[in-house]
């Protein structure tokens, strides 16, 4: 069954259409993937879950609930967004006491304990940090808030390669102590893919695809050989995309035929995830 049900959901903003009859179901306790390129729709479907924005057709359910205007089925979702909610004058330390009564599950001895493995100076006000520790201070409220449903905005943006690091092993060290639903939209593919089991990427304001990434990377290989070889071999085939280099040729197929029996001059490597991102919006 799945906690979070995305109906039909349409969202026209004048003449765009930000998102088009968009369908999706996501289970309890998974952590996914939302891809897609800038302009696809991530972030308004993210606010639409949150209620921030309303759609224009459709509906999103949380347990059955519809989320719009409801207080109930809100409260057990944060999204950490790009931009800061709270006053910018505001000290990081007011702003975790005022998150509980937000969030009453708030554990503000976990808050403090990931300000300093991430070397925030909670005494700070607000507007005074760097990029980075904006978005370290607010993923620290995400982290320390307890809720059901964690959505996050592009969660790393200016952070450094350590904090980069430390963000998702501490991530994933939550979601293990307490599991939860979680949702990165990211670009950073390539970096966050070992923590994803499902992924849903969009596509101009569409569903392109949602499949668990275990699958999705049984499926996709790349294919080198000679450009007469290559041809022979994919002309059944599901590709995605083809670069030539001279008299030899790549390719780039999402495909579930067995692979065996190879003519000599062709050779088979696996697809990554944001490799196959990157060719399948691209197709």
Partial sequence: MNQIEIKGITKIF??????????IGIAENRIYGLLGRNGAGKTTLLNLMTNKLFPTAGEILIDGQNVQENDQALSRVYCMAETNLYPE???CRAAFDWSREFYPKFDRNYADQLAILFGLDTTKK??????????????IIALACQAEILLLDEPVLGLDANHRDLFYRELLS????????IVISTHLIEEAADLLE?????????VLLVD???????????????????ESYIKDKHVLAVESFGGLKTAYL??????????????ITKLDLQKMFIHLTNA
Avoid: C
């Fill in 14 to 23: 004048g003449e765009t259409i930000a998102l088009r009859n968009v369908t």
């Fill in 89 to 91: 004058n505001m000290k």
């Fill in 198 to 206: 499902e992924v849903i990427i969009l596509k101009e304001g569409e």
């Fill in 212 to 230: 668990h990434v275990e699958n999705l990377l049984s499926r996709g290989y790349t294919l080198s050989g000679t450009s007469a070889l290559v």
């Fill in 254 to 267: 999402l495909d579930d035929q067995k692979r065996e029996g190879l003519q000599p001059g062709l050779e």
């Fill in 174 to 181: 939550n979601y293990s102590d307490n599991p939860k639903t």
């Fill in 126 to 139: 607000i507007r005074s940090l760097s990029t980075g520790y904006q978005s370290i201070f607010k993923m």
